[in-house]
């Protein structure tokens, strides 16, 4: 680890806690979920949940060296998300801030089979944390810094995001990549009402990575459009309705945002990357790819690889982790896109955030092994298979 970049991960922390219902058959939660029923679960797995552990702890795992920031309580569930930290390696917990004055943050997460993850969040510490908590010091012996959840972390939202974009600034003054992800708020939150697009584009100018969802930058900028493809999905998920036009349009305009290189999740169908010109690329500070000419104007989308879906929990922030590991070693675009899905195809095989992650060098070798992707047919002119790198490429 001590010859690759370091990476800073800070924001949003928890302690997941997970009860078992693969007993059940596909879909049978809806019928039983009812008031006054009794719902039976096998064991409860507790890990810890945010991209403060999930993306920070898979960055790790992959042999980036990494700190962590986040805040909790002096709790028992502050105590636990301590413990479990440590048992990945004893300095991770070192940035960890412990206000005895807040209570940790927890999220019951309902994972069944067969039905979308139902989340019950208390945000706790989260609530006070600030861009004061994140000391220049570590990001000034940093590489790469990325924050995650902004929209179930108030002082980052509130105020039209001036605490976000200020976080940015000074991280920016450091020298360091900027890299941040998103999470879909609850449509009756702060958060989930706050202005987003105003939000993005005052911190985008200093943001150099941007790694959402396309289902929470259509939920945040194009509100009409999520709508409208929902409604039409039904009870399916829509991301099967979305064809390269819409994410084409969605990271040309991050790009005008500010940001330099965009990854858009996209669940069951992969994940997609959008780079802006290889002019802009050098200027990203000191995880900058190593090749702009290579990495500038590209417009790729990766589909998933086949797997046993046991759990989905924490599936995006391993994906990112993927792509950072992939970033952060110098790869060209396309493997770090490939390395992503990868990385995210390894995590929804436990069913917690961590369980299923491998080393690196193990994931690297299933790839080369010839690990099997799910089918992704595209129709939309100017895109055409890279059999070579196992993607969809728009040809320029």
Wanted: net charge negative.
């Amino acid at each position: 680890m001590e010859n690759l970049p370091k990476a800073v991960v800070a924001g949003h922390i928890c302690l997941d806690i997970i009860p078992d219902f693969n007993h059940l058959a596909p879909g049978q939660f809806l019928q039983i979920f009812q008031p006054g029923h009794l719902i039976l679960a096998g064991p409860a797995v507790f890990s810890t949940g945010g991209p403060v552990s999930n993306t920070g702890l898979a960055l790790h795992k992959l042999g980036i060296p990494t700190q962590l920031i986040g805040k909790i309580g002096a709790d028992p569930f502050g105590q636990a998300i301590l413990d479990v930290l440590r048992t990945h390696g004893g300095d991770l917990a070192d940035g960890m801030l412990v206000d005895p004055t807040c209570s940790s943050s927890y999220t019951l997460i309902i994972n069944p089979p067969g039905v979308d993850r139902i989340f019950i969040s208390h945000l706790g510490a989260n609530d006070t944390f600030c861009a004061d908590d994140i000391p220049c010091s570590q990001l000034e012996a940093a590489h790469l810094f990325h924050f995650g959840y902004p929209p179930v972390l108030r002082h980052f939202y509130e105020n039209n995001g001036q605490g976000l974009v200020e976080m940015y600034r000074r991280a920016k003054a450091t020298g360091v990549t900027t890299s941040l992800d998103m999470t879909f708020p609850d449509p009756n939150s702060p958060g989930g009402q706050a202005d987003w697009r105003t939000i993005c584009s005052r911190a985008f100018p200093f943001v150099d990575l941007f790694l959402p969802s396309l289902e929470e930058m259509l939920f945040m900028l194009h509100r009409p459009v999520y709508e409208r493809l929902v409604s039409q999905a039904g009870r399916a998920d829509f991301l099967r309705l979305v064809e390269p036009e819409l994410l084409s349009e969605v990271s040309s305009e991050l790009l005008e945002m500010g940001a330099k290189i965009v990854l858009l999740k996209l669940g069951e169908r992969g994940a997609y990357l959008r780079t802006a010109a290889p002019a802009e690329l050098q200027y990203m500070g000191r995880a900058a790819p190593q090749d702009s000419t290579a990495w500038g104007d590209q417009e790729l989308w990766a589909p998933c690889f086949k797997v046993q879906v046991v759990g989905t929990t924490g599936s995006g922030d391993a994906t990112i982790a993927g792509f950072l590991s992939g970033l952060l070693r110098g790869l060209t675009p396309e493997q770090a896109l490939i390395a992503a899905v990868a990385v995210g195809a390894c995590n929804v095989e436990a069913v917690d955030a961590l369980g299923g992650l491998r080393t690196w060098e193990a994931t690297m070798a299933r790839i080369a092994a010839g690990w099997e992707q799910r089918p992704l047919r595209l129709s939309s002119p100017g895109w055409e298979w890279d059999e070579g790198n196992k993607l969809w490429r728009k040809l320029t």
